[in-house]
Structure formats: structure tokens, C-alpha cells
């Protein structure tokens, strides 16, 4: 498998630091709000790129936290009139209720800030100790000046980076590129105490501190959207190898952007969408499947169009599925005959296009083609004639690749009520006595209820319209 790695600007084989294990760590939410259609993003892509890893063989850890104190956090709760710790609460539980409807897995570890506080305040310290900070008036700064390597990730120097920043009036910063670690208390803000008094964590020494203590100095993977790469991942990297002396990360992935209507996303515009308000017009699994649909590194467009034309595919891929469940109902030829056995094995061919795509840095866009053109392969050669052995492996293939990326999870939509049921029996008792007029009326009413019927030789097949 290769991996684009922003550090190199290169497509690189993936190899793992301890063979068969991955260490992946993804930037998660500020929880102050429902998250919107740029963050389900890396949320998705990199579900996916676990998801991946671990079909290919790997034991992964993945770790992605929750920031919950930060000064979003903290002006909702002034604006709601309740504790920070209420506002974060209350969305890691929306964060999750969301995240599931897009098939998003939850990690195997999702700390929070607050429950790091003590290891934030120990590692702020080695980082002074060690010459790399410095404190004033209760907050503590990293002095970029005295980690050389400060902008390898952006690969911009510390002098250009410098040219475009300044020290705000009320700042005491040494440098302009000087970022906190430590921030002094304010008036009735959150605040724990600490050898420079009470304050409260910076944002970048967050992720340091948690990817260290749940994965270790160094980690395989750490991802998140292109807007982290500077300065939040640049920090990071400055803060952790200064303290540790070691690579922080080996693979750096990130994310392309999302742009709504060919516009970029902003509430003054209109055009900012949290995944609760997508979720009141598509269902979860469309909007990752239209999330896929691009390679990760590209940017991405989102409109009702082209999310119109996720759930026309994604359809397409159900309707395959439930074809094969139905023929498995029906079919009494046990065994795969010679013809079969050649057929299938021109269906596995599919599979190694699958992974030839995903191998290259996740190439979602093109295992979807792949998993498209298997399917129109089943539904030219998989008939009622099939033997019950072709079916099912074709059904498991099909649901192998599309596992894989989250999709086709959802039980056969066959179950319907008795409202439904009869008026399919009514329906085929008209074809019967040939009176095709009411069959067809019943055919109407039924595409009205979200219903539509194929007959073939195995009987009456119900797919569920979206």
C-alpha cells in the first residue's frame, strides 16, 4: 500500500513501524456544536483508511480525541448559561449519533482534554526544562526559534512564516510565530491548577500529550483535514519531537477540502450545512458513499445534485444486494458447475482492481468503479438458472468490497406490512386474470408508497425506493 505523505510531498510504501500493527491517530472534534459536512470528511475518509488496513491484515489502534475546553466551548456555554463541561458533553453525544449514521466506527480510544490535564501540565514542563518554552504572566510559549525544523510539514521557513504574522498588542510572545501551551485563567473560565497558576490547556499541546500516552513517542499514521496542516499538525510536530527527540509521526495524511456549490463553506454565506441538517433529506450511508466518491486528497464538491446522484448509486448497489438475497430464497441447484467456477473467478478479477485502487493511497473513487463493474458482471450472469453456491459467493464478494468501505450495511429491505402485502397479492391476482390495467394501477400505488416490484422467474422481487 502506498501513502501520500504531506511531510515528503510524495507517494511512499506503507510500512509499519512493528510488522501487522498499526499506531493511526486522526484529529477529532471541538465539541461545541453539531459537526458539519467538512468535518464528516476525515471522519469518514479516515474510518475508511482503518477499515482498510485492518481488512488488509493489520491490528490497528486508532486513537481520535475530543477537545473539550476550548474558547468555542467555552462562549457556548456563556451563551447557553451552563458549564463548558455540559456544552462538550452534550455534543460527543450528538458527535456520536451523527458519526453512526455515516457508518463511522468509534475508535478504540477517544480521550478528552480534560482527563489529560495532569500529563499536558507534565510534558509543558519538560518542554521549559528542556529550553523549548518559556512562561509570562501565567501563560507558557514554545519558542519556535529553538526547534530548527519548525515548518517542515507546511514547508515554509520560519522567516516567510514570520514575515506574515505579528504579536498582538496585549501578547508578550519572544516571536511572532510563538504559539501557547498555557493559558493564564480568565475571569470565570474552566481552570486547573499548574505550577504557572491556574489556566488551562493551549490547543496544539492536546494531541502531542494524548497520541503519546495511548500510542506511544512515535506513531505510524496521524491524519486530519488540510486546514490542520498548519499550524495545528506543524505545532504538534515542533512541541513532541523537541520534548521526545523523536519522529512524532512517520505517515502525515490529510484530507482535501469541501467546497459547497463551487463556493468555499461559510455561515455568511449561506451555504454552511451541519451533517444533522443533511441527515433530514439523506439518509447517513448516501453521504458517505458521496464522500467517497473522490479520491481523499482531491477537493470535493458538495451539492442536492450530486448528493441526488449518490443515493441514485448507492440504490443501484442495494438493488444488487437484494437480488442475490432474493435468489438465494429461490434457487434449488446446490453446486457451482464448470461454466460457473469460470465466471466467478472473472468476478475475483474485480476484487484485485478493488485492491489495486485502495493499495494506491486509497483511491475510494476508483474501488467504487471497481465494485460497479462487478456488479454489473453479477447481474449479466447471475439469473434464476445460477446454482445456489454462485449466488452466495457472489453475494459475499459483493458485500466483502462494500464492507469495506462502509457501505451496504443495512439488512435486505424485504420486510413490508400487511398493507404493502396485500396489495401485491391483489396485484398478481390481476396479472393472473389478465386484467392488466388494474395490475398496473396497483403498480402506481405502490411506487407512490416507496415500493416497486420485478417480476422474474422466481417470483415477485420488493425493492424499496429512497
Keep these: ?5 504531506t511531510l515528503t510531498r510524495k507517494k511512499e510504501e506503507f510500512v509499519s513501524m512493528v510488522p501487522g500493527e498499526v499506531k493511526m491517530y486522526v484529529c477529532g472534534p471541538t465539541v461545541y456544536n453539531y459537526f458539519h459536512i467538512g468535518n464528516a470528511r476525515p471522519f469518514t475518509v479516515f474510518d475508511t483508511m482503518r477499515r482498510y488496513l485492518a481488512y ?18 467555552i462562549a457556548k456555554a456563556m451563551e447557553e448559561g451552563i458549564s463548558p463541561s455540559e456544552v462538550s458533553e452534550k455534543y460527543i453525544d450528538e458527535y456520536f449519533k451523527d458519526a453512526m449514521a455515516l457508518g463511522v466506527k468509534k475508535a478504540d480510544i477517544h480521550p478528552k482534554v480534560t482527563e489529560n490535564v495532569p500529563e499536558i501540565i507534565a510534558f509543558i514542563q519538560r518542554l521549559i526544562d528542556k529550553g523549548f518554552a518559556y512562561e509570562v504572566h501565567g501563560d507558557v510559549y514554545f519558542d519556535t526559534t529553538r526547534f530548527e525544523d519548525y515548518g517542515k510539514l ?36 474552566q481552570s486547573w491548577d499548574s505550577p504557572w497558576g491556574k489556566g488551562r490547556p493551549g490547543w496544539h499541546i492536546e494531541c502531542s500529550v494524548m497520541s503519546m500516552r495511548y500510542l506511544g513517542e512515535t506513531i505510524d499514521i ?3 483535514g488540510q486546514d490542520l496542516i498548519f499550524p495545528h499538525h506543524e505545532n504538534e510536530i515542533a512541541q513532541s519531537e523537541a520534548c521526545t527527540g523523536h519522529p512524532f509521526a512517520r505517515y502525515w495524511v490529510h484530507n482535501g477540502y469541501i467546497t459547497i456549490n463551487d463556493e468555499k463553506m461559510s455561515k455568511s454565506k449561506g451555504n454552511f450545512f451541519t451533517v444533522r441538517d443533511i441527515l433530514k433529506e439523506f439518509d447517513g450511508e448516501v453521504i458517505r458513499f458521496f464522500l467517497l466518491s473522490a479520491q481523499y486528497r482531491n477537493p470535493i464538491n458538495f451539492s442536492r445534485t450530486l448528493m441526488e446522484q449518490a443515493q441514485n448509486a448507492l440504490e443501484r448497489l442495494y438493488n444488487a444486494k437484494n437480488n442475490l438475497s432474493h435468489l438465494l430464497e429461490k434457487v434449488e441447484k446446490l453446486e457451482m458447475q464448470e461454466g460457473e467456477k469460470e465466471i466467478f473467478a472473472d468476478f475475483e478479477a474485480y476484487k484485485s482492481k478493488f485492491i489495486e485502487a485502495m493499495d494506491d493511497d486509497l483511491n475510494t473513487a476508483d474501488a467504487i468503479a ?14 434464476g438458472t445460477a446454482s445456489k453456491e454462485l449466488i452466495q459467493k457472489s453475494y459475499d464478494l459483493l458485500m466483502e468490497l462494500a464492507g469495506v468501505l462502509g457501505l451496504l450495511g443495512k439488512k435486505d429491505e424485504s420486510g413490508v406490512d400487511s398493507e404493502i402485502e396485500q396489495l401485491i397479492e391483489e396485484r398478481q391476482k390481476a396479472r393472473k386474470e389478465k386484467n392488466f390495467a388494474l395490475a398496473d394501477q396497483i403498480r402506481d400505488q405502490l411506487k407512490e408508497k416507496g415500493i416497486a416490484l420485478k417480476d422474474t422467474p422466481q417470483g415477485v422481487q420488493i425493492i424499496k425506493l429512497n
Design 1 to 5: 500500500m502506498k501513502l501520500y505523505n
Design 56 to 73: 488488509s491484515g493489520y491490528k490497528v489502534t486508532f486513537v481520535q480525541n475530543f477537545t473539550d475546553i476550548d474558547d468555542k466551548i
Design 154 to 189: 507546511s514547508k515554509q521557513s520560519l522567516e516567510d512564516l514570520e514575515l506574515g504574522a505579528r504579536i498582538e498588542v496585549k501578547e508578550v510572545k519572544k516571536n511572532p510565530m510563538d504559539f501557547a501551551l498555557w493559558k493564564a485563567q480568565k475571569p470565570g473560565e
Design 222 to 224: 496521524h491524519a486530519g
Design 370 to 383: 471497481a465494485i460497479f463493474e462487478l456488479v454489473k458482471e453479477i447481474n449479466s450472469h447471475v439469473k
